[in-house]
T-cell receptor, first 114, second 119 residues
Framework: AQKITQTQPGMFVQEKEAVTLDCTYD???????LFWYKQPSSGEMIFLIY??????QNATEGRYSLNFQKARKSANLVISASQLGDSAMYFC???????????FGSGTRLSIRP | NAGVMQNPRHLVRRRGQEARLRCSPM?????VYWYRQLPEEGLKFMVY????????ESGMPKERFSAEFPKEGPSILRIQQVVRGDSAAYFC?????????????????FGPGTRLTVL
């Protein structure tokens, strides 16, 4: 069965520090994609970063990077130099070749302290 | 390039009424997905559509819910005879490619959501 697990319901981080949000996944498919989305208090879902299962390099987008460890089935999101505007819910998600839908983890609420 | 558009942003209905939620995908995207989010939870897949076709409706409740994506116009998620348990945020997403797994064009871009409240 396909599954996404986020074990950190909430995190507090000091502004300007780096933060790592954990995500592990389970799938028997060889071809899959991993995503991170940000949901601020306003409610919209903002796409942050994508990693394909066959990508050899870790994905990076500005201050976001995805630490992809295929053997461990983990896809942690790293935010460098956190900002107050990073306070939000963060969802890890996965698409897999036997379906067209995305499955989501339960989310991590990140709060940045000034 | 406009993103995914959803309307209305907020919708209030009384029990037993009908709710219609609309979604216009990003320009050039022909794959549309609907998800539901209950408070403090992640999104749950409901249905995947291409123009005039339902591809996967494995997440749709068997009764009262329906979805369409006509040749012209937005995708519509319709909930008949709403109940309090239908209160949630409903998100629409669109993608360039519907092929899943390992392809960057799979990326689903989400609209702002419609928050349905059933009184």
């Amino acid at each position: 069965a396909q599954k996404i697990t986020q074990t950190q319901p909430g995190m507090f981080v000091q502004e300007k520090e780096a933060v790592t949000l954990d995500c592990t996944y389970d799938t028997s498919d060889q071809s899959y994609g991993l995503f991170w989305y940000k949901q601020p208090s306003s409610g919209e879902m903002i796409f942050l970063i994508y990693q394909g299962s066959y990508d050899e390099q870790n994905a990076t987008e500005g201050r976001y990077s995805l630490n992809f460890q295929k053997a461990r089935k983990s896809a942690n999101l790293v935010i460098s130099a956190s900002q107050l505007g990073d306070s939000a819910m963060y969802f890890c998600a996965m698409s897999y070749s036997s379906a067209s839908k995305i499955i989501f983890g339960s989310g991590t609420r990140l709060s940045i302290r000034p | 390039n406009a993103g995914v558009m959803q309307n209305p942003r907020h919708l209030v209905r009384r029990r037993g009424q009908e709710a219609r939620l609309r979604c216009s995908p990003m320009k050039g995207h022909s794959h549309v997905y609907w998800y539901r989010q209950l408070p403090e939870e992640g999104l749950k897949f409901m249905v995947y559509l291409q123009k005039e076709n339902i591809i996967d409706e494995s997440g749709m409740p068997k009764e009262r819910f329906s979805a369409e994506f006509p040749k012209e116009g937005p995708s519509i998620l319709r909930i008949q005879q709403v109940v309090r348990g239908d209160s949630a945020a409903y998100f629409c997403a669109s993608s360039l490619s519907g092929t899943s797994g390992g392809i960057s064009t799979d990326t689903q871009y989400f609209g702002p959501g419609t928050r349905l409240t059933v009184l």
